[in-house]
């Protein structure tokens, strides 16, 4: 699925916050020249998630 955004006159995008949390959980962000790239993600293990991070166990479990 292609999705387009619009410019405003200073250059900046305007994203609902519902897309901006998802874009940086299924896409990975890349600026080329002036256009904004959003590849998918194929490996579930980039995926950034908000708070900490999960690699380890929660303290107090074995």
């Known amino acids: ?18 897309v901006v949390n998802n874009i940086g ?6 600026v080329v020249g002036d256009c904004i790239l959003l590849r998918p993600i194929k490996d579930k293990n980039l995926v950034i998630t908000r708070g900490r991070k999960r690699k380890q166990p929660l303290p107090g479990k074995k």
């Open 1 to 18: 699925m292609i999705q387009t955004f619009r410019m405003d006159s200073k250059n900046r995008l305007s994203l609902g916050s519902d």
């Open 25 to 30: 959980r299924q896409f990975h962000i890349e």
